[in-house]
Protein backbone atom coordinates (compact mmCIF):
# COMPACT_ATOMS: atom_id res chain seq x y z
CA UNK A 1 0.00 0.00 0.00
CA UNK A 2 1.14 3.20 -1.13
CA UNK A 3 1.32 6.24 1.37
CA UNK A 4 -1.41 8.04 0.10
CA UNK A 5 -3.55 5.18 -0.06
CA UNK A 6 -3.24 4.72 3.69
CA UNK A 7 -3.74 8.72 4.40
CA UNK A 8 -6.90 8.05 2.69
CA UNK A 9 -7.88 5.64 4.73
CA UNK A 10 -6.76 7.25 8.07
CA UNK A 11 -9.01 10.32 6.52
CA UNK A 12 -12.31 8.14 6.44
CA UNK A 13 -15.07 9.14 8.87
CA UNK A 14 -16.96 6.35 10.44
CA UNK A 15 -19.57 7.21 7.91
CA UNK A 16 -17.52 7.49 5.33
CA UNK A 17 -16.02 3.85 5.81
CA UNK A 18 -19.63 2.79 6.35
CA UNK A 19 -20.99 4.07 2.88
CA UNK A 20 -17.45 3.02 1.18
CA UNK A 21 -18.40 -0.38 2.46
CA UNK A 22 -21.74 -0.84 1.90
CA UNK A 23 -21.02 0.38 -2.52
CA UNK A 24 -18.08 -1.83 -2.35
CA UNK A 25 -20.81 -4.90 -1.56
CA UNK A 26 -22.95 -3.37 -4.39
CA UNK A 27 -20.29 -3.19 -6.54
CA UNK A 28 -19.32 -6.75 -6.12
CA UNK A 29 -22.20 -8.24 -6.20
CA UNK A 30 -23.37 -6.08 -10.01
CA UNK A 31 -19.88 -7.32 -11.00
CA UNK A 32 -20.66 -10.92 -13.28
CA UNK A 33 -16.91 -11.07 -13.38
CA UNK A 34 -16.12 -9.56 -10.00
CA UNK A 35 -14.65 -11.68 -7.08
CA UNK A 36 -15.98 -14.10 -4.38
CA UNK A 37 -17.98 -12.17 -1.77
CA UNK A 38 -16.09 -11.77 1.30
CA UNK A 39 -14.94 -9.56 4.07
CA UNK A 40 -11.28 -9.23 2.87
CA UNK A 41 -12.40 -8.61 -1.07
CA UNK A 42 -15.05 -6.02 0.52
CA UNK A 43 -12.57 -3.93 2.14
CA UNK A 44 -9.53 -3.91 -0.51
CA UNK A 45 -12.79 -2.61 -2.79
CA UNK A 46 -13.35 -0.13 -0.02
CA UNK A 47 -10.52 1.10 0.35
CA UNK A 48 -10.36 0.07 4.27
CA UNK A 49 -8.59 -2.29 6.32
CA UNK A 50 -10.40 -5.60 6.89
CA UNK A 51 -10.26 -5.59 11.10
CA UNK A 52 -12.21 -2.35 10.71
CA UNK A 53 -14.84 -4.56 8.92
CA UNK A 54 -14.79 -6.91 11.49
CA UNK A 55 -14.73 -4.66 13.94
CA UNK A 56 -17.86 -2.81 12.65
CA UNK A 57 -20.37 -5.62 11.32
CA UNK A 58 -18.31 -8.84 13.07
CA UNK A 59 -19.63 -11.11 10.09
CA UNK A 60 -20.13 -10.93 6.63
CA UNK A 61 -24.04 -11.73 7.28
CA UNK A 62 -24.43 -8.82 9.64
CA UNK A 63 -22.90 -6.57 6.54
CA UNK A 64 -24.89 -7.62 4.03
CA UNK A 65 -28.15 -7.43 6.01
CA UNK A 66 -27.26 -3.76 7.33
CA UNK A 67 -26.54 -2.62 3.93
CA UNK A 68 -29.79 -4.17 2.67
CA UNK A 69 -31.79 -2.18 5.23
CA UNK A 70 -30.05 0.89 4.73
CA UNK A 71 -30.53 1.08 0.93
CA UNK A 72 -33.73 0.26 1.00
CA UNK A 73 -34.69 2.90 3.68
CA UNK A 74 -33.04 5.47 1.23
CA UNK A 75 -34.59 4.16 -1.80
CA UNK A 76 -37.89 3.63 -0.49
CA UNK A 77 -38.77 7.64 1.16
CA UNK A 78 -42.05 7.49 3.37
CA UNK A 79 -44.62 9.67 0.93
CA UNK A 80 -47.00 11.00 3.02
CA UNK A 81 -49.93 11.14 0.09
CA UNK A 82 -52.84 11.58 2.57
CA UNK A 83 -54.86 8.20 1.91
CA UNK A 84 -53.36 4.79 3.42
CA UNK A 85 -53.67 3.60 -0.67
CA UNK A 86 -51.51 6.15 -1.30
CA UNK A 87 -48.77 5.82 1.03
CA UNK A 88 -49.01 2.07 0.43
CA UNK A 89 -48.50 2.64 -3.27
CA UNK A 90 -45.88 5.13 -3.35
CA UNK A 91 -43.82 2.88 -1.26
CA UNK A 92 -44.63 0.01 -3.78
CA UNK A 93 -43.83 2.15 -6.90
CA UNK A 94 -40.60 3.08 -4.77
CA UNK A 95 -39.60 -0.75 -4.44
CA UNK A 96 -40.89 -1.56 -7.73
CA UNK A 97 -38.38 1.08 -9.62
CA UNK A 98 -35.07 -0.27 -7.43
CA UNK A 99 -35.75 -3.82 -8.02
CA UNK A 100 -35.45 -2.86 -11.74
CA UNK A 101 -31.95 -1.43 -11.06
CA UNK A 102 -28.54 -3.35 -11.32
CA UNK A 103 -28.29 -1.91 -7.76
CA UNK A 104 -31.65 -3.35 -7.03
CA UNK A 105 -31.05 -6.81 -7.87
CA UNK A 106 -27.55 -6.42 -6.23
CA UNK A 107 -29.79 -5.80 -2.93
CA UNK A 108 -31.51 -8.86 -3.63
CA UNK A 109 -29.09 -11.08 -4.23
CA UNK A 110 -27.02 -9.80 -0.82
CA UNK A 111 -30.58 -11.07 0.82
CA UNK A 112 -29.85 -14.37 -0.25
CA UNK A 113 -26.30 -14.52 0.45
CA UNK A 114 -26.97 -13.30 4.29
CA UNK A 115 -29.56 -16.27 5.10
CA UNK A 116 -28.56 -16.76 8.53
CA UNK A 117 -27.45 -19.68 10.16
CA UNK A 118 -26.90 -19.23 13.39
CA UNK A 119 -28.82 -18.10 16.33
CA UNK A 120 -26.92 -14.74 16.80
CA UNK A 121 -27.23 -13.72 12.92
CA UNK A 122 -30.66 -14.93 12.75
CA UNK A 123 -31.18 -12.43 15.83
CA UNK A 124 -29.10 -9.94 13.98
CA UNK A 125 -30.69 -10.55 10.58
CA UNK A 126 -34.45 -10.10 12.87
CA UNK A 127 -32.88 -7.02 14.30
CA UNK A 128 -32.67 -4.81 10.65
CA UNK A 129 -36.16 -6.66 9.09
CA UNK A 130 -37.42 -4.62 12.23
CA UNK A 131 -36.03 -1.51 11.28
CA UNK A 132 -37.39 -2.05 7.66
CA UNK A 133 -40.51 -2.80 8.83
CA UNK A 134 -40.76 0.49 10.66
CA UNK A 135 -41.24 2.11 7.17
CA UNK A 136 -44.52 0.11 6.66
CA UNK A 137 -45.10 0.33 10.63
CA UNK A 138 -45.55 4.53 10.11
CA UNK A 139 -47.91 4.08 7.21
CA UNK A 140 -50.22 2.23 9.27
CA UNK A 141 -49.72 4.50 11.81
CA UNK A 142 -51.06 7.96 9.84
CA UNK A 143 -53.50 5.80 8.28
CA UNK A 144 -55.07 4.96 11.95
CA UNK A 145 -54.51 8.19 12.86
CA UNK A 146 -56.31 9.48 9.95
CA UNK A 147 -59.15 7.05 10.75
CA UNK A 148 -58.39 4.49 8.16
CA UNK A 149 -58.47 0.64 9.14
CA UNK A 150 -55.00 -0.63 7.69
CA UNK A 151 -54.53 -3.98 7.29
CA UNK A 152 -52.23 -6.19 9.69
CA UNK A 153 -48.21 -5.64 8.87
CA UNK A 154 -48.37 -9.27 8.53
CA UNK A 155 -50.71 -9.04 5.74
CA UNK A 156 -49.19 -6.54 3.88
CA UNK A 157 -45.98 -8.39 3.85
CA UNK A 158 -47.55 -11.53 2.43
CA UNK A 159 -49.50 -9.82 0.47
CA UNK A 160 -47.94 -7.12 -1.10
CA UNK A 161 -43.96 -6.91 0.28
CA UNK A 162 -43.38 -11.23 -1.05
CA UNK A 163 -44.27 -10.97 -4.30
CA UNK A 164 -42.05 -7.89 -5.42
CA UNK A 165 -38.99 -9.95 -3.75
CA UNK A 166 -40.05 -13.49 -4.74
CA UNK A 167 -40.01 -12.32 -8.55
CA UNK A 168 -36.75 -10.56 -7.70
CA UNK A 169 -34.89 -13.55 -6.58
CA UNK A 170 -35.95 -15.81 -9.58
CA UNK A 171 -35.40 -13.10 -11.78
CA UNK A 172 -38.99 -12.52 -13.29
CA UNK A 173 -39.86 -8.85 -13.63
CA UNK A 174 -42.71 -7.27 -12.27
CA UNK A 175 -45.60 -6.49 -15.44
CA UNK A 176 -44.41 -3.48 -17.05
CA UNK A 177 -47.66 -1.59 -16.25
CA UNK A 178 -49.90 -1.68 -12.94
CA UNK A 179 -48.37 -3.87 -11.08
CA UNK A 180 -47.82 -2.10 -7.52
CA UNK A 181 -52.05 -0.81 -8.04
CA UNK A 182 -53.21 -4.47 -8.44
CA UNK A 183 -51.36 -5.78 -5.04
CA UNK A 184 -52.25 -2.88 -3.06
CA UNK A 185 -56.11 -3.06 -4.70
CA UNK A 186 -56.11 -6.74 -3.79
CA UNK A 187 -54.73 -5.78 -0.60
CA UNK A 188 -57.08 -3.60 0.58
CA UNK A 189 -60.00 -5.37 -0.84
CA UNK A 190 -60.57 -3.22 -3.76
CA UNK A 191 -60.74 -5.21 -6.94
CA UNK A 192 -58.78 -7.74 -8.67
CA UNK A 193 -57.42 -5.64 -11.55
CA UNK A 194 -55.19 -2.74 -11.75
CA UNK A 195 -56.69 0.54 -11.02
CA UNK A 196 -56.77 2.87 -13.46
CA UNK A 197 -56.67 6.67 -13.53
Do not use: C
Not at 85 to 109: C, K, M, N, Q, Y
Not at 173 to 193: F, I
Amino acid sequence: MTQKQASARIRKSPEQVREAVHQAVVDLLSDPEGEDLNIPAIAQRAGVNHTSVYRRWGSLDALLADMVTTRLERDSPLNDTGTLRGDLLAWAEASVASIRTPEGRALVRAVVLSMPNSAQAQAERAQHFRRRMRSIEQIRERATARGEDPPPLEQILDQLIAPFYMRAIFGIDPPANGYPELLVDRLLGNGSEPATA
